[in-house]
Structures are given as structure tokens and as C-alpha cells.
């Protein structure tokens, strides 16, 4: 029982972390616009100047999960994200909102994404590696569903469709003050849960040394490559709320049901691909990797699709939609299961996810701003067709990095 209780809530942790910065924008996006009088560039702006700080996060927070204990990193980590958070229900100027995710982009990564991944990574030892990730996912995403359903569900209950278009500065500071309570909540709660917990594995000193060893990896590069690509697809689904309204006609209540539907898929996608590709793994020891190739192939196919400019063809769309969605959660699951296939040894795992995530996660400073500006600059389907083709092209790069890397494993 105590296992479980230390799971859950390593798990609930590492989506909670993330609430405030990319689940109501997710969720909310039309509202937030409306309520702050800003713009999809704006808060591409903001998303970038997380992406800035969270990149210099990565590299420098990954050796601190090599060295300190996760209780301690993951609690003070919710704490500083949920003081920021308070900030948003002030309705933020564009200046404020900007440095308010630029300060996001520190406490949400620097001390809480290598603990997390690096437990996760340990856990699942040699042959269920993909299935510990796909376990961690898929609670993430089941929480995230949950506290978008939530969401929704009292948005729905204090306000009408009309209502909200009038009431909307007063509808976000509702969803932000939920938000932040939880958030404070489960930086308690991990506080408790991980009291005698262990990362295993030796906690050794970081020094320069090691981390040369692994700078000089190629596969270590092309595993971020396809991070990165990955996780441009990932971000498409933070434009999937506002292209239902702009294109589809979907009204902002509409709008954020379908969301929190695409939001169910996770937990479930997450789970599946983890068992699949740990039981392809058994077959083949590059499972792993052509799992990934399959999917990034799949995903670039997906929004090349987007992009063909329909919207006559609803039912079709967004059955793309929600696959496109599949595709995205599931790659999320398992490409830092691969890191045991790179030879990684446990005491350095925190700074190989820092190096990973340096190159992965850029689109955090880049796709927001780039996707805004197309989306802003040209009105109706075209922004969007413009957006899903660059984040069809950026998939294609890391298909090919993933085939690179088979044949660099084989050697």
C-alpha cells in the first residue's frame, strides 16, 4: 500500500506540475484570450520565454536528480509553480504574462523533471522500462482528465454560454484559484508520500566529466532530435481547442468538451503503447526504437492531413484529430524508455534526460510563437493548414533521426 500511495503520487505530482502553465491554455484558450484582451502571438511569446528558461532547466536540473532526493525537489518545485500561479488570477498584462511563464519555465522544470523521470526510469528496470513510462503517462493524463472534466463541469455550473462571453475575466480567475489550490495540495501530499523514499541506484557527485562522456553520444543527440520532433506534435494539441472554434464553428462550451475528450485519450494511449512496446522489446531489442519510428511516421502523416484546408468534412477531422492526439500520448510513453537501450548507467540517467530535454523540449521557446504568428497572420483555415504542415515537416525530421538511430544501435 505504501508503494502505491509513493507512486500516485509521483504521478499525480508530475502533471499537476504542469496545470497552470499548459492545461488551461489547452482547455481555455478562446477564454483567456477574450479575458486578458491578448492574442494567440502573445501567448506564443509567453510559451517561448518559458521555452527559454526551461531549456537552461533541463541542462542544469538534470545532475541535481543525480544527486538530491525527489521529495525534496518535487515539493519545493509545486510550491514556487503555485505562488506563480496565484499571479494569473490578477489579470495579467502582456509583460507580466511573459515573465510569469518565463519564471514557470524554472520551477516547473529545474528541479522536478529529472527526479521524475529518472525514478520512473529505475523502476521499470531492463524489460518493463516502456511500461513504467507508460504507467507514469497514462496517471498524468487520467489526472489531467480529470481536472480538465472538473474544470469544465464547474465552469458549466456557474456560467452559461452567453454568460461566459461577458463574464469571461471572472470565469478564469475561478478556473486558476481551483488550479492553485490543488497544486498546493500535492506539494503536501508528495511531501508525505516520498518521506522514505528512495530513487535507487547510487547518488553519486555530479562532475563535468561525466557529463562530457555523454555530450559526445551521438545517439544521446538523436534521441533529442526526436524529442523534439515528438513533442512539436504534442504541442499541436494546445491549438486544437481554438481551431475547433475558429474553423469548425464549434462554440467555446463545444470547444472545451471536445478538448477534455482528446484529454481522456491519454491515459489510455500512454498505457497501451508502454505493454506493446516493452512486449515488442522481448521480441526484438530494437522494439523500442522502430515503435518510435512507426509513430512519428504516423503523427507527421496526421497533420500533413490537418493541413489539407478542409472544413466541410467535420466527422473526418476530428477523427484525425483524436488520432492525431493517440499518436502524440503515445510517443510521449515511451522515448525516454529507450534510454536504458542506450547503455545509459543509472547514476548518470538524471543527466541524460537533461541533455535530451535540452535539445527535446526547444519547442518550448519556438512553436508557440511560431504557430501564433502563422494562425494570426492568416486568417481562417490557412494559418492552421500553414501550422500543421510546419509541425508535419518537423515530425518527418525526427522519422528520420529515429532510423538513424536503428542503424546506430546496430553497429
Not at 189 to 206: H, V
Amino acid at each position: 500500500m505504501k508503494k502505491f500511495f509513493t507512486s500516485l503520487a509521483i504521478i499525480i505530482a508530475g502533471e499537476t506540475i504542469f496545470m497552470l502553465p499548459f492545461l488551461i491554455p489547452r482547455l481555455y484558450r478562446p477564454l483567456m484570450l477574450e479575458a486578458w484582451g491578448i492574442t494567440n502571438t502573445d501567448l506564443g511569446t509567453a510559451f517561448g520565454a518559458y521555452g527559454f528558461s526551461a531549456m537552461i532547466s533541463y541542462l542544469l536540473g538534470g545532475p541535481f536528480a543525480d544527486k538530491y532526493a525527489p521529495r525534496k525537489l518535487m515539493a519545493i518545485s509545486l510550491k514556487a509553480t503555485a505562488i506563480a500561479g496565484l499571479l494569473l488570477m490578477l489579470a495579467p498584462t502582456r509583460f507580466t504574462l511573459i515573465a510569469i511563464y518565463f519564471f514557470f519555465g524554472i520551477s516547473t522544470i529545474f528541479l522536478m523533471w529529472g527526479a521524475l523521470i529518472k525514478v520512473t526510469h529505475l523502476s521499470g528496470g531492463e524489460d518493463h522500462r516502456a511500461t513504467a513510462m507508460g504507467i507514469l503517462d497514462s496517471g498524468r493524463g487520467l489526472a489531467a482528465a480529470v481536472m480538465s472534466s472538473v474544470l469544465v463541469l464547474v465552469v458549466g455550473y456557474f456560467f452559461t454560454e452567453a454568460e461566459l462571453q461577458v463574464k469571461s475575466a471572472e470565469a478564469i480567475q475561478i478556473i486558476y484559484a481551483i488550479v492553485v489550490s490543488f497544486t498546493f495540495i500535492v506539494a503536501l501530499f508528495i511531501w508525505a508520500a516520498l518521506k522514505n523514499f528512495e530513487a535507487g541506484g547510487k547518488i553519486e557527485p555530479w562532475s563535468i566529466d561525466k557529463a562530457k562522456l555523454l555530450l559526445k553520444d551521438i545517439k544521446i543527440w538523436l534521441l533529442g532530435i526526436i524529442v523534439l520532433s515528438a513533442y512539436c506534435g504534442y504541442k499541436s494539441v494546445d491549438n486544437y481547442s481554438i481551431y475547433l472554434v475558429d474553423v469548425l464553428g464549434f462554440s467555446n462550451e463545444e470547444s472545451s468538451q471536445f478538448t477534455s475528450l482528446i484529454f481522456w485519450l491519454r491515459p489510455f494511449s500512454a498505457l497501451i503503447a508502454g505493454f506493446l512496446v516493452d512486449w515488442i522489446h522481448l521480441k526484438n531489442k530494437l522494439g523500442r526504437f522502430y515503435a518510435l519510428t512507426l509513430l512519428l511516421g504516423g503523427s507527421a502523416f496526421s497533420q500533413f492531413f490537418l493541413g489539407l484546408e478542409m472544413s466541410t468534412m467535420t466527422w473526418l477531422i476530428l477523427t484525425v484529430v483524436l488520432l492525431s492526439s493517440s499518436f502524440a500520448y503515445a510517443l510521449r510513453a515511451i522515448y525516454f524508455a529507450v534510454l536504458g537501450d542506450l547503455n545509459i548507467k543509472d547514476h548518470l540517467v538524471g543527466t541524460a534526460v537533461g541533455i535530451v530535454s535540452f535539445v527535446g523540449y526547444l519547442p518550448d521557446m519556438f512553436y508557440g510563437i511560431v504557430t501564433g504568428h502563422l494562425i494570426d497572420s492568416n486568417p481562417g483555415i490557412i494559418g492552421y493548414s500553414y501550422s500543421y504542415n510546419f509541425t508535419g515537416i518537423l515530425l518527418l525530421f525526427g522519422t528520420l533521426a529515429s532510423i538513424v538511430l536503428i542503424a546506430k544501435s546496430r553497429s
